[in-house]
């Protein structure tokens, strides 16, 4: 359990997290965050609950992490960013994702078919015009 929020952290560098292997629950949650860097989250092999919020985030890219515990990621909290786009990446465990307040135009299909558990997802907020029928089958 690693709670960061409410400080000033701008930049989350590649090896940052590199010895929390254990850690399930990150919270950076109302900081300044404009960059985390390709790998960020890479060593997080345990990671349930992510959250983002808050911060002044324009894009969110899988390729913060490993294949492997994006596999185990539950929760997911990117609302009130900047982002723009999400990637398509595969969370078959994905519950929760709130993407709400954020600059989103198209919401990826794939991520949803991905996740075969998906309780909630929260796109309120954003510039979302079109989806397609997939979205709804899940």
């Keep these: 359990y690693l709670d960061l929020s409410l400080n000033r952290i701008k930049i989350i560098k590649q090896n940052f997290f590199e010895q929390n292997f254990y850690l399930a629950y990150l919270n950076l949650s109302n900081n300044i965050l404009e960059l985390i860097e390709p790998g960020s989250f890479a060593n997080l092999f345990k990671i349930k609950y992510l959250d983002l919020s808050f911060n002044r985030l324009n894009n969110f890219k899988k390729d913060l992490f ?12 990117l609302n009130n960013n900047f982002l723009f786009s999400l990637d398509n990446f595969f969370t078959p465990k994905l519950v929760e994702l709130n993407s ?19 309780d909630r997802i929260n796109l309120s907020k954003n510039r979302i015009q079109n989806l397609t029928q997939e979205f709804l089958l899940n």
Excluded: C, G, M
């Excluded at 709400?100 to 998906?118: C, K, M, R, T």
């Design 66 to 77: 490993d294949a492997n515990n994006l596999e185990i990621l539950e929760i997911l909290f």
């Design 100 to 118: 709400a307040q954020n600059n989103l135009q198209h919401f990826p299909s794939d991520l949803v078919l991905s996740s075969i558990v998906f």
